[in-house]
Structures are given as structure tokens and as C-alpha cells.
């Protein structure tokens, strides 16, 4: 099949599986915060914030050089795969080993620092999963990893139903995380066909040389990424803690949109930059771009909207307060996915190291900022940092990618899509109340004929992207 419609499909497969994983995620979440309410939530949020600054920070950039050296002509795929797999496993055995004995310093309630240890499985399963995931979105073949993130979720929300009617609470579901985390992880080695152990001296070497500039970025981007989440509990109630935690669970499902696509571009970006392939690599770059446009700005527009009513929806009348927290880190979502656009192709065009002064600047921005705001302002503190430090780093990866890579993207089909979000979006606001599936129904149909009126697809590309005729698939 053609390239549009490949990744056309892979990217349709990702969604529909995504869409039943972020259903069932929510469900999870559904049950965990009427079960727990605000304040251990609050304890929930604490534990996984440490956590998942520990595990930006020990990414070191693994998975997407991983999908950059399977792109690669000189290597072995499944040596690549066994050699990245095991250095992940190292590092993450390292990092999350070594947090549950750090955390003991903190002053955390108890409960969280047990947390802290049981869940600490959970991420280095998530952590190790990522490897496997990589190597399905360069095959542009993701069923295997669709199925292993759907059968996990349903495993969570069996599991986090049966503790909620058992009327256990906070520890136990944390238990039920890190054995279904697991779970998805068996999934994904098995279907590989089994990876083996082995470190590979040619693949490291050039690994860890592309890998060293990127680790930097990332553990910047862990500070002012995350440094709001590590920060609040200390200076807020747990209960605060647990509104602002349920706010971002939502508005995770729009960042793992935004890594999906990106995901599933950067490979063939790469390729194409690797072989000089000029007009390929524009190509590419826009359509990159222009996907992750057509998903983001809509759900992003609408999230707006309905803030409120959705956490309603989500977590329960106790947390509907948490609206206009996801009001807020709305905006800063908008920098960071399409900061992610533009770090990707810093790092596609072998140039990341040029982009380190922009998250090492904001690091340092971000963390004064956290420390001045959040111990005076509590919440709305750490939204107006976040907000500036994902707009400042956007803003300055866009500029180099632009600058480096010769190539500026069309903003023509970014404007139609910009507006067609935002007549939607206020079009809904103008009919509210209205009940929130109703209100997400109307959204989809009026985006869907703005999309079509304003012609941002092509008839030829949604020829294409309809047609499943089998045909060889190119390249």
C-alpha cells in the first residue's frame, strides 16, 4: 500500500486501540477516584508524579533512538532490539531500584512511600514495554502492541473493581497496577518471538552516540515536565494534590495521542533525511505536522469547553472542581505535543544537540519558577509555569528545527484546522448545557463539516486513505 495509506492505517489501528485502552483507563480512573476520593487520590498522584519523573528522567531518549537505528540500513533489526532492550533494562532496573529507598526521605504520608515501592514494578514494566512498542511502530504494524495495551487496561479494571467491591482501598489497587503493567509486558515478549539478553558493541556505540544528546533534553524535560507534580504535594493538602493529579490523567490521553503519531512519522522521517531524500523528508515532516493538527486541536478545543462537566463525568461530583485546573494545563498541552513534533525532527536530523540549551534554559526557568510560585500560589502557581515553560520550549524547537533542517512547515491546513476547532469549540459553548456525550457528538459533526468545507483533506488523499485493497506496501 501506498506510504499515506499506511500510516494512515497504523495510525487508524493505534486510534481504535487507543480508544478502547483511554475508555478503559478512564474507567479505571473512574472507579479509583470515587472509591479513594480527593485525598487518596491525592496519595495515588503523589506516588505516580515521583515516579514518573524518575522514569522521564532515566528514558535517556531509548525509545525514540530505538525507532531511529531500526530505521537505520547498517544493523540488525533484532540485534537492535536486543541490545536496546537490555541497556533499558539495566538503566531502569538502576533508577526505579533505587527511588523506593529515596522516597523514604521525603515527607510523604506512609501510605505513599509503600506506594512508591509497589508501583515502582509498574513502571519498569511500562518502562521495558516501551522497547517492544518501538519496534512495532517502525514495522508500521501495531496490533500486537494495540492488543497488549487493551488486554492490560482490561485487566486494570477488572482488577480495580473487584478491590473497590471488596471494599479494600488504597494499597491494593496499587498492587492491581503494577501486576497488570506486567501483564502487557509478557504480552509484548511473547509475541516478539523472545528477546535475548545481549549487548551488542557496534549498535552500543552508536547508540549511546546518538542517545547522549537526547538524554540530556530529557532529563531537562523531567524537571520542568514534572517538576510541578514532585513540588505540589510538599506545599499543598493531599486533596489538592489528588484534583490536580485526576485534571492531568485526562489530559494524558491527548499527550499519548501526540506521542503515537509522532511515533509512527519519526521512522520514516529519518529514513528519508538519512538518504538525502529531500522532497520525502518535506513531505513527511508536513504530514507529520499536519495529522498530529487534525487530532490535537480539536480535542484540545473541546477539552476547554467541557473542563468541568468532563471530570464531572470522569471522576466523580467530588472532583468536578478540577475543571478549571484542566482549563488551565490545557494551554500548556498545546506546547508540549507540538514541542514533541519539532524535537523529533531536531533528533531525526541527527541536530539535537543543538536544541540542549532550549530545555537545559528552561530547566532552570521552570524550577525557579516552581519554587517561587507554587510555595505562594499552590495550584494556580504551578499551572502558570507549567503553561510557560511548554509555550517557551514549542516555540524554541519549532524555530530550530525550522532553521536547521532548511524546511518550515505550511501553516495554510494548521490555520483551517485552528479554525475549524475553534468555531467548533464555540459552537458547543453557545448550546451548554447539554449532557456530555451528546455535547462530544455534536463537536465530531461540526468539526467533520467545517474539516470538509474548509477542504483540508484532499479527495485523493481520502481516496486513499479509503481504499483497502491490498497492494504492496512500499518501501
Known amino acids: 500500500m501506498s506510504l499515506t495509506r499506511a500510516i494512515a492505517h497504523n495510525t487508524a489501528l ?67 532490539l536486543n541490545t536496546t532492550f537490555t541497556w533499558r533494562l539495566l538503566t531502569a532496573l538502576f533508577f526505579y531500584g533505587l527511588t523506593p529507598f529515596i522516597v523514604f526521605y521525603f515527607p510523604y504520608p506512609p501510605a505513599v512511600k509503600l506506594a512508591v ?33 487493551v488486554v492490560g487496561r482490561a485487566a486494570l479494571v477488572i482488577g480495580i473493581a473487584a478491590v473497590a467491591v471488596g471494599h479494600n482501598t488504597f494499597l491494593p489497587m496499587m498492587v492491581v497496577i503494577a501486576v497488570t503493567s506486567v501483564i502487557s509486558l509478557v ?108 487530532l490535537l486541536l480539536p480535542m484540545l478545543a473541546g477539552t476547554i469547553v467541557l473542563a468541568t462537566p468532563i471530570m464531572y463525568l470522569v471522576a466523580g461530583k467530588e472532583f468536578a472542581h478540577a475543571g478549571s485546573i484542566l482549563q488551565g494545563l490545557s494551554v500548556a498541552i498545546f506546547g508540549i505535543c507540538f514541542g514533541m513534533v519539532f524535537g523529533h525532527i531536531m533528533l531525526a536530523i541527527d541536530h539535537q544537540k543543538k536544541s540542549l540549551w532550549i530545555f537545559a534554559s ?68 453557545y448550546f451548554q448545557p447539554l449532557p456530555v456525550f451528546l455535547s462530544i457528538l455534536l463537536g465530531i459533526v461540526i468539526y467533520g463539516l467545517f474539516i470538509i468545507l474548509f477542504r483540508v483533506i484532499s479527495a485523493t488523499t481520502l481516496r486513499e486513505i479509503l481504499t483497502f485493497t491490498r497492494v504492496a506496501q512500499a518501501e
Open 117 to 149: 515501592v509497589i508501583t515502582a514494578v509498574s513502571f519498569l514494566a511500562t518502562t521495558l514495554s516501551s522497547v517492544f512498542i518501538a519496534y512495532y511502530r517502525t514495522e508500521l504494524s501495531m496490533m500486537v502492541a494495540s492488543v497488549s495495551e
Open 187 to 294: 504480552y509484548l515478549w511473547i509475541k516478539s518471538g523472545g528477546v535475548r539478553l545481549r549487548l551488542h558493541g557496534d549498535i552500543s556505540r552508536v547508540m549511546f552516540h546518538k542517545m547522549w544528546p537526547t538524554a540530556l533534553a530529557v532529563i531537562f524535560n523531567a524537571f520542568y515536565w514534572q517538576g510541578d507534580r514532585v513540588l505540589l504535594p510538599l506545599y499543598v493538602s493531599q486533596a489538592s494534590v489528588g484534583l490536580y493529579g485526576a485534571a492531568y490523567r485526562v489530559l494524558e490521553v491527548v499527550i499519548q495521542i501526540a506521542a503515537m503519531i509522532m511515533g509512527l512519522i519519526m521512522p520514516l522521517i529519518t529514513y528519508a533525511w538519512s538518504r538525502n531524500l529531500r522532497q520525502e523528508f518535506t513531505e513527511r515532516y508536513q504530514l507529520g505536522f499536519d495529522m498530529l493538527a487534525l
Open 14 to 80: 493505534q486510534l481504535i486501540g487507543k480508544v478502547i485502552s483511554t475508555v478503559l483507563g478512564l474507567m479505571a480512573v473512574a472507579i479509583m477516584t470515587r472509591t479513594l476520593g480527593t485525598e487518596q487520590f491525592g496519595w495515588y498522584a503523589t506516588a505516580t508524579g515521583l515516579l514518573q519523573f524518575v522514569g522521564i528522567f532515566s528514558d535517556f531518549g531509548f525509545t525514540v533512538t530505538t525507532s531511529n537505528l531500526l530505521a537505520e540500513p547498517q544493523f540488525n533489526k533484532q540485534e537492535v
Open 362 to 429: 528552561d530547566a532552570v526557568f521552570s524550577v525557579v519558577g516552581y519554587f517561587l510560585f507554587i510555595p505562594h500560589y499552590g495550584i494556580p502557581g504551578a499551572i502558570g509555569v507549567t503553561i510557560f515553560s511548554e509555550l517557551y520550549a514549542g516555540a524554541g524547537l519549532f524555530l530550530l528545527a525550522g532553521f536547521y533542517s532548511g524546511v518550515w512547515p505550511k501553516l495554510q491546513t494548521f490555520g483551517k484546522i485552528m479554525l475549524a476547532s475553534i468555531l467548533m469549540g464555540a459552537i458547543i459553548w
